[in-house]
């Protein structure tokens, strides 16, 4: 009887050592993927480019924030502000659901407000109390996809107005109110 007893022992004490060495063996973090999000543009007035990794696990990445409010400002005057996060989002997840990684072509993103009464002053359609004067919006177009496929995916992201400018050749997206033109 000791010699199945025993025998059981050491069956169960291999066991034992083998779990344990695995254990052991695994790395002390678990490898996780990064999620990265990140966009590029085309500022269609001062021809310059910016590509940035805008948002990392989750977190915004404040120097790139940085960097997009001193790309999206108002090339008019000079003049810059905050860009809103959710705006940059917004855009992000309009191209992912095109299945797209293109570059957008920025025709106007912050406005102050002597830019954008100079505008009222030319154009009916633009607002007096503009999104852009918050830096909550942008005119855009994608370059590997069409305008009104781009005008579509925005208006089913539901994050806020979306204007459709077929002449001029862009997208008014903006992290206002839903509504659409």
Known sequence: MNRVIAKKRRVALKSLLGATI????LPAKPIMAVD?????????????ELHVTYQRNGEFIDSALLEIDNFLFDFRTGDAAAIDPDLVDLVYEI???LGSDGTFEVISAYRSPKTNEMLRGQS???ARNSQHLLGKAVDVR???????????????MQGGGVGYYEKSNFVHIDTGRVRRW
């Open 124 to 126: 009916r359609s633009v």
């Open 142 to 156: 994608l370059r590997d996809v069409e305008l009104m496929k781009l005008r579509d995916a925005a208006l089913a």
């Open 22 to 25: 695995a254990v052991l063996l």
């Open 95 to 97: 191209r992912e659901s």
């Open 36 to 48: 990265e999000r990140q966009l590029s543009f085309y500022h269609t007035h001062t021809k310059k």
